[in-house]
């Protein structure tokens, strides 16, 4: 079956966006189809920031696990050399765990822990200097340029997906019944 009617409406994107970044910077860089009217494909570098203040917190951050790693073998250590002391003098007693380190280890631990979590916050925020979407689309504005200082505020532009659209269209209730569209509400006299 071939029904038609004659109507007209408007194409809308069904995902548009401001694209703001997740971290400060200065714009190093600006892709050309960072333009207005340009497309892109995703994970294309729209953007680029300043990222070596990033790299810096980065390597820190590397420093920061390197040196808890060692703490925590040297905490361990000394909680062998206590314990094999204790049961050396005290063989048939089970020793306290401060009398073997044992606050200092799960302390050492944990430091660990806390300095793996800032090298995956400081890797994270380093790869978002890199400003790139998960979709094909075109860029609707563009807000800045080359040399200016972002903040994640700042608006960088408008962009919308080509992927999937939304077309509106008004129809008259004869059109309707002649299309005979399921409907959600029905109105009914009583």
């Not at 971290?23 to 892709?31: E, K, L, N």
């Not at 497309?39 to 951050?61: E, H, V």
């Amino acid at each position: 079956v071939h029904l038609a009617v004659t109507t007209q409406g408007e194409v809308r994107a069904h995902t548009e966006i401001e694209l703001t970044p997740e971290v400060s910077g200065r714009v190093i860089s600006v892709s050309s189809s960072f333009a207005e009217g340009a497309g892109f494909a995703p994970k294309d570098t729209l953007i680029q920031l300043d990222d070596s203040d990033y790299r810096l917190a980065f390597a820190q951050a590397e420093a920061g696990v390197a040196q808890a790693e060692v703490l925590l073998l040297q905490a361990q250590a000394a909680a062998q050399i206590k314990r094999k002391q204790w049961l050396d003098l005290n063989p048939n007693k089970e020793p306290t765990p401060l009398q073997v380190n044992k606050p200092q280890v799960l302390e050492a631990e944990a430091n660990l822990r806390s300095a793996k979590a800032e090298l995956a916050d400081a890797k994270l925020n380093l790869a978002r200097t890199k400003i790139r979407l998960p979709f094909r689309g075109r860029v609707a504005s563009r807000d800045i340029g080359v040399g200016q200082y972002v903040t994640p505020n700042t608006v960088l532009g408008r962009v919308f997906s080509t992927d999937r659209v939304e077309i509106r269209l008004p129809l008259t209730d004869a059109q309707l019944l002649e299309l005979n569209l399921p409907m959600g509400f029905v109105a009914s006299d009583k």
